[in-house]
């Protein structure tokens, strides 16, 4: 079957991936699940960081459906990632599910998070419950799970037998539906209705589980009333949430709710030399540059260019170097460099200033023109992976010195001129969401 499985996969993903990765995997199929056998911890982070879908979607195209897929090291010792995924057991009150890397230590703070930082640093003081509950909301991949697990971290570091509990709203939905099915909602309730902090993630997941969202209620509730410690994440705005319960909506609103925003590129460089570091990576600053330039909206995925980056380099013994990673993270980059064009950002800024789209390219110098002209020409610059000679052309044959200018003009406003820098922001947000 394991077999059948590669041949499968094979179809859809470059041989280099399944000859590096999955080839040197071993398959057992148990009773319950499929066991994959990697032989160092490199494949196996590789194999669940970005194999594992398409080894599902194979198998259950192949009329399979394996339990769960766990991908382990050597002789069958357990993943540590594979347990992540199974939550706390709901005896074992020590077990607060916290991932050790997720600390505010380790967060990276800039312009697009600050505020939710200090925020998670207010909610992670024991004294001071002036934000409770405290709600982090923002897109895919922001750093909402890591600042709420910080909280846990810290609150732990100031008292390690707190009770806390992290868990995902998914969890604590399939965790209630055991407990009702086995009859054990009452400890399922003394659980959650004990604990001093509860840090509850991606509360989206509530939206149109009702008994879930009832039961979480009166938790919620519970908790409020004794004073513990709440922190919710979910991936937009409550009440933008539909399916979610208007008396929810509002008690959220009790506390503090901040969002998280894609980071700018200053932060998405240092956000990768911190992983780097962390990650043993011997990443150069210019390459640093390159893969943030083009991976704007996702730390997730800045972290995955990192992941992929360190295998590769630990299997051909090469040194990271700009080339290097253009190859290695080909298919990756190639995504991220279809999103914006030169054609794309002019565009976009035309029709946000409400300008023609050849008056922007052409020569008039009014400053209602050529200040938009300015700004899209600093926004290629950041954006795409063209020279200031490409971007001149681009722009009805311009000098590339003319970009240059732009590009310090725009710099050199933003820094002065609010309003400037807002429609630079808003301009790349759209661009690169
Ligand atoms: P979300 O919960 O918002 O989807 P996560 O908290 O899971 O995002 O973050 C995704 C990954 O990016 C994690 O590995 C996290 O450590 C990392 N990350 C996000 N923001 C930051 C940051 N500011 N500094 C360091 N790491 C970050
Ligand atoms: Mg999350």
Not at 46 to 65: C, K, T
Not at 160 to 186: C, G, K, L, Q, W
Not at 209 to 235: G, P, W, Y
Not at 415 to 420: A, G, P, S
Request: hydrophobic residues 40%; contains cysteine; charged residues 30%.
């Amino acid at each position: 079957l394991w077999q059948r499985c590669l041949s499968h996969i094979e179809t859809r993903l470059p041989e280099k991936d399944v000859n590096l990765w999955l080839r040197p995997l071993e398959a057992h199929f148990g009773e319950d699940g499929l066991d994959l056998m990697a032989p160092n911890e490199v494949v196996r982070d590789q194999v669940e960081r970005e194999l594992r879908a398409p080894i599902a979607n194979a198998l259950s195209e192949l009329g399979e459906q394996p339990r769960r897929i766990r991908v382990l090291v050597g002789g069958g010792r357990r993943s540590e990632a594979a347990e992540i995924d199974e939550g706390p057991a709901l005896t074992d009150t020590k077990r607060h599910n916290l991932d050790s890397r997720y600390t505010f230590e380790s967060f990276v703070q800039g312009k697009s998070n600050q505020i939710a930082r200090a925020a998670a640093e207010q909610a992670a003081d024991p004294e001071n419950m002036a934000y409770n509950p405290l709600l982090i909301y923002g897109g895919v991949g922001l750093g909402k799970t890591h600042l709420m697990q910080s909280v846990g971290h810290r609150l732990l570091a100031n008292n390690p037998r707190a009770r806390i509990a992290y868990v995902r709203s998914e969890h604590f939905v399939n965790e209630m539906i055991t407990a009702i099915r086995h009859n054990r909602m009452d400890q399922f309730k003394e659980h959650y209705r004990t604990l001093e902090a509860l840090l509850i993630d991606d509360i989206q997941f509530f939206a149109n589980k009702d008994r879930s969202q009832e039961e979480f209620f009166h938790t919620f509730n519970s908790l409020l009333e004794a004073n513990q410690r709440i922190v919710i994440t979910c991936d937009r705005f409550p009440k933008e949430v539909e399916g979610l319960e208007d008396r929810l909506k509002s008690r959220f609103s009790w506390g503090l709710s901040v969002a998280v925003e894609p980071p700018e590129l200053e932060t998405r460089v240092a956000i990768l030399l911190s992983k780097a570091e962390a990650h043993n990576v011997d990443l150069p600053q210019e390459v640093a540059f390159f893969i943030a330039k083009r991976v704007r909206s996702n730390v997730r995925d800045l972290e995955g260019a990192l992941h992929r980056l360190k295998a590769s380099a630990q299997i051909t013994g090469a040194p990271i170097t700009v080339d290097f990673a253009k190859q290695a993270l080909y298919d990756m980059l190639a995504v991220y460099d279809r999103l914006v064009t030169l054609e794309n950002i002019q565009k976009t800024v035309a029709e946000y200033f409400k300008i023609r789209l050849a008056d922007l390219l052409g020569k008039k110098r009014t400053r209602s023109i050529a200040r938009p002209r300015q700004l899209a020409m600093a926004l290629a610059k950041e954006l795409t992976n063209h020279s200031l000679p490409e971007i001149g052309q681009g722009f009805g044959g311009r000098d590339h010195t003319t970009v240059l200018h732009a590009c310090r003009k725009v710099k050199e406003l933003r820094e002065t001129d609010t309003r400037m820098d807002e429609d630079y922001v808003n301009l790349s947000r759209i661009l690169t969401s």
